[in-house]
């Protein structure tokens, strides 16, 4: 096998899968206007795993870690929808802001008063897609499955409530019901997607392709179409380019995605004749 | 050893003084005009200035580091107030987002060829305001008086800008001015309180206020307030019980938000309007 699929042909995978379900969500993300949600859930995941790390001492990738990062995951998840529904003077996106800079706060509290700092937070931050195993793409494959079709299930409350989204606020306790089921399904992917590719991979695959298809007014199917392509190209680019030039990958793909939002913004008009869609 | 205590007292108290009153009354306007992620990306463009500098030979938090951090941050601001989507397919704050994941992208990409670059993003988060000295005290308080007396001066425009932009002649132009603003004292503050708490002085008294109130003079008073009692219960924390100075203060300000919100949620009111968030 060429060294270049050796080293990079599990990275790329573990783009692809997140790819798929990440483009996906980023559509819900941007109708809901709550940009800050997965950097403030994977901070909060990341909360958890530190916890687990330095306070219950657990090591490694042990299910204590998994465990602690969900519950908190389900603790901001419940918060998010609970508060939407009751406080309307302020953006939940700046309640979700500000709770990343407490949870941010938290991971660099715990983090200063055990050994080791900066590495976890260069970890947590770029991830470490280059270490990729079988068995990570496997376990992501599987959870990603079971997500993707909850998500396609309760496909119908949850695409009504984020198209409404910022029309009011949420009183009743179905659509807060509904609000934190969404989140927590969210949570768990930015979980699991942050253990493999970091921070600030899993924000770019979530808003970055949904906001290039939202250049253009496409029907759906041809807006996830769009979103996969794009996501799947960028981790391909930006695969190669950390490979030849000796980069860290996880920033080299947030790069290639940055690069194509400018593409395809400055050419958006014939890309919009190409894709035959209104201007 | 009381006088070192009074010493370290005086000199913080004084900086957080200060900067609390303009932080507040800028972050007022990111609130309610929902622009979030703003000051992450010009605290992020700042550090990265900063990291530039360290590249080309300058000591990281000398006042040669400032220059590159200032013009990183003029260079965001131009790109915030010019990149404003047209609709309502993509939000601001999406593109704000996107601006904030590339700058900090560019400062992990450089700090992957800087010697020991993972310490200076580490550092940049974190901030080391424990090394604040009286010239720095004075330096600070000018500038920031300087740019008090101009928002007081056009503070009918800015406000204007945030509750009827359609009514602001020159829109981007004002939005340009108020991010230079934002971005001067993001470069004053990143190299002492560092990204996180910096953001935090921002967002959480202004966050906290918006919740109860619209007008601008209460919110400022009663923001500044509250963020002081916060900040000197953190500072104490931090130095009676050894914790991390940054996140303490961090921490202090969420525990004042959290009880903010549960105020709020017991006690909900529909008299102050929903807020759309977003432009």
């Known amino acids: 096998m060429p060294p270049i699929i050796q080293i990079l042909g599990l990275p790329f995978l573990a783009c692809f899968l997140m790819s798929l379900i990440l483009g996906y969500l980023g559509t819900h993300v941007l109708k809901r206007e709550v940009i800050f949600i997965d950097i403030a859930l994977a901070q909060m995941a990341a909360v958890g795993s530190i916890a687990a790390h330095t306070i219950f001492k657990a090591h490694g990738d042990s299910a204590l870690v ?32 500000i709770s990343y ?17 900066h590495q976890h937070i260069q970890h947590i931050l770029s991830g470490s897609l280059l270490w990729m195993r079988w068995e990570q793409i496997i376990v992501s494959l599987a959870v990603f499955s079971v997500i993707g079709f909850c998500f396609y299930l309760t496909r119908k409350p949850i695409a009504s409530i984020s198209n409404s989204y910022q029309k009011g606020t949420a009183k009743s306790l179905s659509t807060v019901f509904w609000d934190f089921a969404f989140y927590v399904l969210l949570g768990v992917v930015i979980t699991l997607s942050v253990e493999m590719a970091g921070i600030v991979v899993v924000f770019a695959f979530l808003i970055v392709p949904a906001t290039i298809s939202a250049i253009f007014r496409l029907h759906l199917h041809l807006q996830m179409i769009v979103i996969w392509i794009v996501a ?11 490979y030849y030039f000796d980069f860290s990958v996880g920033p080299a793909v947030v790069l290639a995605l940055g690069v194509e939002l400018v593409v395809v913004s400055l050419c958006r008009q014939p890309m919009a004749r190409l894709l035959k869609c209104p201007q | 050893m009381t006088s070192e205590i009074v010493r370290f007292f005086s000199v913080q ?14 972050g007022l306007h990111i609130i309610r005009r929902t622009l979030i992620f703003s000051d992450l990306v010009l605290d992020q463009l700042a550090a990265f200035g900063a990291m530039v500098g360290v590249a080309l030979g300058v000591e990281y938090g000398t006042a040669g580091s400032y220059l590159p ?29 996107i601006m904030y994941a590339m700058a900090l992208v560019a400062s992990l990409l450089l700090g992957d060829k800087l010697r020991g670059g993972g310490t200076y993003v580490t550092k940049t988060l974190a901030g080391s305001m424990l090394w604040i000295t009286w010239p720095l005290v004075t330096v600070t308080t000018v500038v920031y008086i300087l740019i008090l007396i101009f ?19 020159n829109e981007k132009f004002w939005d340009f001015l108020l991010f230079v603003t934002q971005g001067i004292i993001t470069v004053l503050i990143v190299p002492i309180a560092g990204v996180l708490l910096a953001y935090a002085f921002l967002m959480i008294p202004a966050a906290i206020v918006a919740m109860f109130t619209k007008k601008w003079l209460l919110a400022v008073v ?58």
Not at chain 1, 80 to 88: D, E, K, L, P
Not at chain 1, 101 to 117: E, K, M, V
Not at chain 2, 77 to 91: E, R, T, V
Request: net charge positive; with cysteine; aromatic share 14%.
């Open chain 1, 66 to 97: 998994y465990v602690c990062s969900f519950g908190c995951v389900l603790l901001a998840a419940g918060f998010y929808a609970f508060v939407r529904s009751r406080i309307n003077q302020i953006s939940i996106e700046a309640i979700i802001g």
């Open chain 1, 101 to 117: 800079a407490i949870a941010a706060a938290t991971a660099l509290f715990l983090l200063g008063i055990a050994p080791g700092g």
């Open chain 1, 232 to 242: 799947i190209l960028a981790s391909f680019i930006g695969l190669l380019f950390a």
């Open chain 2, 13 to 26: 108290v004084a900086l957080i003084a200060v900067v609390l009153v303009l932080h507040t009354y800028i």
């Open chain 2, 69 to 97: 951090a200032l013009f990183a941050v003029l260079f965001g601001a131009l790109l915030l107030a010019w990149i404003k989507p047209k609709g309502q397919a993509i939000p601001r704050e999406a593109v704000i987002g």
């Open chain 2, 151 to 169: 928002h007081f001066k056009f503070h009918r425009k800015f406000i204007d800008l945030a509750e009827r932009p359609e009514t602001v002649n």
């Open chain 2, 222 to 279: 009663f923001g500044w307030t509250i963020g002081f009692l916060a900040c000197l219960i953190g500072l104490c924390c931090s130095y009676f019980l050894n914790f991390p100075y940054g996140p303490s203060l961090v921490l202090s300000l969420g525990l004042f938000f959290i009880l903010a919100t549960i105020i709020r949620c017991l006690f909900p009111s529909n008299k102050m309007g929903f807020v759309k968030g977003g432009e």
